[in-house]
């Protein structure tokens, strides 16, 4: 967002992100975000805050962050060479105002075939546990992506494309001089 030339400031909420629901992987998304953005709104009303989730899934199977880097290899590998989607929500709300609105995007994105050293290099040049899927876009993720059908920003996590045009509906506009 910095890039993008919009001046924000950063709250972690302690929200844990729910994957042990049955729901599609928008429900999933639409759900933790929202979680998210309550959570700091609640706690700061008079403020606009957005808040995104983003998770990655393949054969129907949701695939969150993982909890270790046998984890993270065991993600890469399926990924290898194969197509899946990722889908980030964004919620965007100012409390005080009464003003909320939602939306979702999904990209699809897809894997060069990956040997075991190719994984492995790769993780140690990223940090795995922090990223739904064990992978980034940006960075050394050209090295893994063969290439993405739709928002390359979604993939990173935050589709700026229809994000940006929303956040005006809110009075916030980039400033032109960090762009």
Same mark, same amino acid.
């Given at each position: 967002?910095?890039?993008?030339?919009?001046?924000?400031?950063?709250?972690?909420?302690?929200?844990?992100?729910?994957?042990?629901?049955?729901? $599609?992987l928008?429900? %999933?998304?639409?759900?933790?975000?929202?979680?998210?953005?309550?959570?700091?709104?609640?706690?700061?009303?008079?403020?606009?805050?957005?808040?995104?989730? $983003?998770?990655?899934?393949?054969?129907?199977r949701?695939? /969150?962050?993982?909890n270790?880097?046998?984890?993270?290899?065991?993600?890469?590998q399926?990924?290898? /060479?194969?197509a899946?989607?990722?889908?980030?929500?964004?919620?965007?709300?100012?409390?005080?105002?009464?003003?909320?609105?939602?939306?979702s995007?999904?990209?699809?994105?897809?894997?060069?075939? %990956?040997?075991?050293?190719?994984?492995?290099?790769?993780?140690?040049?990223?940090?795995?546990?922090?990223?739904?899927?064990a992978?980034?876009?940006?960075?050394?993720? /050209?090295?893994?992506?063969?290439?993405?059908?739709?928002?390359? $920003?979604?993939?990173? /996590?935050?589709?700026?494309?229809?994000?940006?045009?929303?956040?005006?509906?809110?009075?916030?506009?980039?400033?032109p001089?960090?762009?």
């Open positions: 967002m910095f890039e993008a030339g919009f001046d924000f400031e950063t709250c972690a909420p302690q929200i844990a992100e729910r994957f042990d629901v049955d729901l $599609t928008r429900e %999933l998304t639409a759900l933790n975000a929202l979680r998210k953005a309550m959570a700091v709104a609640r706690a700061h009303p008079k403020k606009i805050v957005l808040a995104a989730d $983003t998770l990655v899934a393949i054969d129907d949701v695939l /969150g962050k993982p270790s880097v046998d984890e993270a290899v065991a993600m890469l399926r990924l290898s /060479g194969r899946h989607e990722v889908c980030t929500s964004v919620v965007i709300s100012h409390l005080r105002r009464g003003k909320s609105t939602s939306f995007e999904i990209s699809r994105v897809r894997f060069r075939r %990956l040997s075991r050293d190719e994984i492995d290099c790769y993780l140690q040049r990223i940090d795995p546990l922090d990223k739904a899927g992978y980034a876009a940006q960075g050394v993720g /050209g090295e893994i992506i063969e290439n993405i059908d739709g928002s390359f $920003t979604n993939v990173v /996590g935050l589709p700026m494309e229809k994000t940006v045009p929303v956040l005006a509906e809110f009075g916030i506009e980039p400033n001089q960090t762009n």
